[in-house]
């Protein structure tokens, strides 16, 4: 009888932390959810940014336009505006990735490493899900930016994200995103980014990222959202052999 | 000359300042319709002495030889709206004989129409399907040039086509050349003959497969098959194969005397030829890239056919000892001799290129080598790219070599330099 109690005891106990871990699991997919209607409205979106590259020294060196149109099940196209890359195209499904130049005419499949390039990768642009992307857990409530925060740490579910880890803290009442640490695949950190809210006090959108590279360049990169609104796109335009013909995806 | 520079400066400017128009932003952010860019270079070229042209050139005075400085100006318009696309192109030349000219041409005029999944359009248009970038034997419809020192935009073909697209497949049906007749047929190369071309191609995960058809009047048909495949995080593998029913080529007419009226090198048809390239790309976390290709090409000249050039080069040459007052007929001759050296896209069957490059913000260094195993001849190119915030500029050096008796070691150019500013708008 006193067996059978202990075994009822520790079964009970086992089944306890179960159940905990699964809540404690479907909390944290939860806040990330929360974290991304900030960025994200919807599934199927259509978002303008625009990226500012600044030198150590303050100064501006470059700023580049990109209109992303990040839809369902992790596929994103993303078309490059400014002159000095006018026409080049980044196609993301899932895990594979096309790149067009428009003086090759054909899309170029590309390997997940090379999508990290530049000082704002297009994995920064276009990479907009974490609850899709990433599996979490949550570390502590810490202080940080003068405020109580939750601190998560994700890794990424799908090889072809564009950090295998990242260190996010979110606002403990809304849930807002404030700051995050990107980790890539060597578990180096890549960059520090923080977020700017349109409002201090009620924020309802993320206007601008801004990432700070620890790897090499040590620059400061400015992702700022000129506009969002929900658009679902045609299939065939989420086909590589389709942006080949440079469409005008207006 | 100084009258043709500054009418092609005017004509640029006024592209240019259409071009400050064109870069406003519609309010939904897209560029409305009209886009472009200025580029200016300078190439400079080293002779090599060692070569049947420069012997050519000893012996004919008067014949017309190449500039070593050459400096180019063009300004390039791209134009899309109502489906419309248009890319237009106008150059002005000038080298340091003295020649002068001043060019435009159109690149791309097409019209196009999208019903859902398919999609029709007709005119002058640039198509490229293989999937290797040293060479590409499936591009069928247009052969680009492969390995260019500046990346320029393509010339179209007259073509007629109908594309199919859905989430994972795309067909292509093309009728390349729609208005060639049949009488001209016998006298075009492959890429200007009227001809039927097909694209079938599938996304299965991580592996894009293609496969190719061909027929046209003169060459009959052909078949091909490419596929690329991104094997891990950094690794992308890529392959492709064409067979071809037949193929014309350079070869030594029948006439094999060595001073002859004309030029020994006839058109003629091979057979049951096979093309094939296999390659890799491997890139860091730290953004190098290492790239290397392997090809086969049965359409270029065969070792014999090379063995055979070179002693006719040596043959002639000890002719001029032998000969003198023939020094003319010996000149054309050795001149006829390059002929062979721009007959196919490759000049040897057998080709290994390898290139290294490294993206560090600004700048682009690179560094590529194409080796002939079969002379042990190589073209050796380094460059240096920087982007800035719409200016960009590159350099570069290629220099041509291997043992004397390797073709590469035998062209008219021993080295080339080249320095460009292109601004887009």
């Known amino acids: ?250 | 000359m100084r009258y043709l520079t500054m009418r092609l400066m005017c004509g640029i400017a006024a592209i240019v300042a259409n071009g400050a128009h064109a870069q406003d932003y519609t309010q939904s952010g897209q560029l409305n319709g009209q886009s472009g860019q200025v580029r200016v270079l300078m190439n400079s070229t080293a002779e090599n002495l060692n070569s049947p042209l420069h012997q050519a050139a000893l012996l004919l005075p008067g014949m017309s030889v190449a500039a070593d400085h050459l400096g180019v100006a063009e300004a390039e318009l791209r134009f899309s709206r109502h489906g419309i696309n248009a890319i237009a192109t106008l150059q002005g030349q000038g080298d340091d004989l003295g020649h002068s000219k001043a060019t435009g041409w159109v690149n791309e005029f097409y019209g196009a129409f999208d019903n859902g999944a398919w999609q029709f359009s007709a005119g002058k248009k640039i198509v490229a399907w293989d999937v290797g970038y040293g060479f590409r034997p499936n591009d069928v419809v247009q052969q680009e040039r492969r390995r260019s020192l500046i990346s320029n935009t393509a010339i179209g073909r007259p073509v007629a086509m109908a594309e199919y697209f859905d989430a994972d497949n795309a067909l292509s049906l093309v009728w390349v050349n729609p208005r060639q007749t049949s009488s001209q047929a016998s006298k075009i190369p492959e890429a200007d003959e009227q001809a039927l071309a097909a694209r079938l191609y599938r996304r299965i995960g991580a592996l894009d497969l293609h496969g190719f058809a061909r027929y046209g009047r003169q060459n009959g048909g052909s078949l091909g098959a490419a596929l690329a495949w991104v094997a891990t995080d950094a690794l992308e593998l890529h392959a492709s194969v064409r067979h071809l029913q037949r193929s014309s080529t350079l070869l030594m007419g029948g006439q094999r005397a060595l001073l002859q009226a004309g030029t020994p090198w006839q058109v003629q048809a091979q057979y049951d030829v096979t093309q094939l390239l296999a390659g890799m790309v491997w890139t860091t976390e730290s953004q190098h890239s290492f790239m290397l290709e392997a090809w086969w090409d049965g359409t270029a000249p065969s070792e014999q056919q090379w063995r055979k050039w070179a002693q006719r080069n040596q043959a002639l040459m000890a002719a001029i000892r032998v000969s003198p007052r023939m020094q003319a007929t010996i000149g054309g001759q050795l001149a006829a001799q390059n002929q062979l050296l721009s007959a196919t896209a490759n000049l040897q069957q057998k080709n290994l290129f390898a290139r290294w490059s490294w993206q560090s913000a600004a700048w682009q260094p690179a560094i590529d080598i194409l080796w002939t195993p079969a002379d042990r001849g190589h073209v050796l190119t380094a460059s240096l790219g920087w982007q800035g915030d719409r200016l960009r500029l590159d350099g570069g050096i290629r220099h041509y070599g291997g043992p004397g008796d390797s073709v590469y070691a035998q062209l008219p150019a021993a080295s080339v330099a080249y320095l460009s500013a292109t601004w887009p708008f």
């Not at chain 1, 990768?121 to 202080?143: K, N, V």
């Open chain 1, 1 to 250: 009888m006193k067996t059978f109690t202990k075994h009822t005891f520790k079964a009970a106990l086992l089944a306890g932390a179960v159940v905990s871990c699964a809540a404690f699991a479907e909390d944290v997919s939860a806040l990330l959810k929360a974290a991304d209607q900030f960025r994200l409205a919807s599934e199927n979106m259509q978002v303008e940014t625009q990226i500012t590259t600044f030198n150590r020294d303050g100064s501006k060196e470059k700023e580049r336009r990109y209109m992303v149109f990040s839809q369902a099940k992790h596929q994103s196209l993303v078309l490059m505006q400014s002159p000095a890359e006018a026409g080049q195209k980044v196609l993301m499904l899932g895990d594979d990735f096309w790149m067009l130049l428009p003086g090759s005419q054909r899309p170029l499949r590309i390997t997940p490493m090379q999508k990290l390039l530049g000082d704002a990768s297009i994995g920064d642009i276009a990479t907009m899900s974490w609850a899709q992307d990433y599996e979490g857990r949550l570390i502590a409530e810490e202080a940080c930016e003068a405020q109580i925060c939750l601190h998560l740490s994700l890794a990424a579910s799908r090889k072809g994200s564009a950090y295998q880890r990242i260190e996010l803290w979110l606002g403990k009442k809304r849930h807002e995103p404030i700051k995050a640490e990107l980790y890539v695949q060597s578990d180096k950190l890549a960059k520090r980014a923080s977020f700017i809210m349109d409002k201090a006090a009620v924020p309802t959108l993320v206007t601008e990222m801004v990432l700070l590279d620890q790897l090499s360049s040590h620059k400061e990169t400015r992702v700022h959202y000129l506009s969002r609104k929900p658009r679902t796109v045609p299939e065939q335009w989420l086909n590589p052999m389709f942006l080949a013909k440079n469409p005008a995806l207006e």
